[in-house]
């Protein structure tokens, strides 16, 4: 027998357009076979007129092994009544009558707003609330990474996908829970003083609108994970992710079928979340400390090495990198010195230490510029280093440039660190060494090279 899959999107306010679709549906010849969170199962059959209808039974936990005792008296007297249960999804009961004009189930309103507030408030609402405020904090923290450093953020692809997650997630949670409440409070007053049941105006249009953004940070999950798949990253994202959320799931309806009771259910499963998403977190903080290479891609080569200016013994360095790229900028940090001896100067050593921004939405070049100026801003941050001058505009023509800055120091002096802003690209770099003519002709051919 033929089956098919449908995406329900309706929220549990407007189980009556529900109820109509499954009609119209079993009219067409489908009939509801399984009820799931998100997709609903239909079997092929012959096209009648059916009756549906949908009862909230707040008294019942979606991970009991068993139905209680006064779910299944209920269901009893529905089926006594023509009604026949079909499916189930959490508290919500489905029941179908083939009868012509069948006996509704329900039929006074005041009970119908009672176990639909029950339900709501013991579930929808208290999930929807949590991920809510989580969502407000998610944004918080990426709010305050932007501020603490905008260029660094602006290059990380996942960061746009975490945003507009969160977005959604939140506009999605708080447009549930303030249009519930509206209807709740409007629903019981009516209910009590027209002794009918009143049903909400339909929010499609806004679940469509947080939907979209889902959808828009889903390509911009596939775009940033792009960059990473190569190196490893990517796969341990998703498939960390992947055993976040399946994982726990799937070992619910496990011990469901286990008959485990309800309560250890819900304790194994909160444990076994927390173990996962503490997890995921000790192990990217672990692997960010450690400068594991599937991080960082020092598997690809450094856009600028010390090896193409000076000769050095490659073995002999102590290095860094750390390459990511976004809609907005490519972002590419690298650092290498030679190692120190015991008894050897700092400064007899060789070193270079760059940073290379590849904009590719115009209107963040000044934006991206003015930040990396600012940084050697000292008067305003470190007020202990007051008269330090920082970043000049300089006239170095052989460059290439379109501007060039670099950095004195308190007496005015030349420092050998440069801000070169190209057409579509700004690279900062510091130099342990006297640069020469000779090392901006090298650096500027590389840097435009870059991508």
Partial sequence: MKTRREMTMYSLLEFPDLEKRLEKNAAEGWRLKKAGTFFWTYEESEPKQVHYSIVFFPKTNALEPEPSESLVMMREFCEKTGWKLVAEVGQMQVFCNEEANPVPIETEAWIQVKNIHETMKTNIVMVYGILFVNSLLQLAIQVMQ???????????GYNICLVLTWIALGLGCGTEIVNYYVWYQKAKRIADEEQYLYLPKSIKGFRMTYLGIAFASLFFSVLALADYVGNGVGIFIIVWTTMLVGVPLGISRLLKKMKVSAKWNRIIIVMLTIVAAVGMTVAVFVSVAKNIDFI??????????????REVDEENLVESYRRSNSMFLSFEEGYQREKWEEDESVAESLMMDYTILVIKTPFLYD?????????????????????YQGYKKVDMPQWGAIEVYCDHDFENEPENEFIVCYE????????????????????????????
Avoid: H
């Fill in 146 to 156: 932007f501020v603490i450093n905008p260029i660094q953020w602006l290059g990380a």
């Fill in 367 to 387: 934006f991206c510029k003015n930040e990396l100026l600012s940084e050697n801003d000292y008067d305003e941050k470190y007020p202990e280093l007051q008269g």
């Fill in 296 to 309: 960082f891609g020092r598997d690809e080569e450094m856009s600028l090495e010390l090896s193409d200016l």
């Fill in 424 to 451: 579509d690209r700004i690279l900062q770099i510091d130099f342990g060494w006297d640069v020469t003519n000779e090392d901006i002709a090298k650096l500027r051919e590389l840097v435009k090279k870059m991508k």
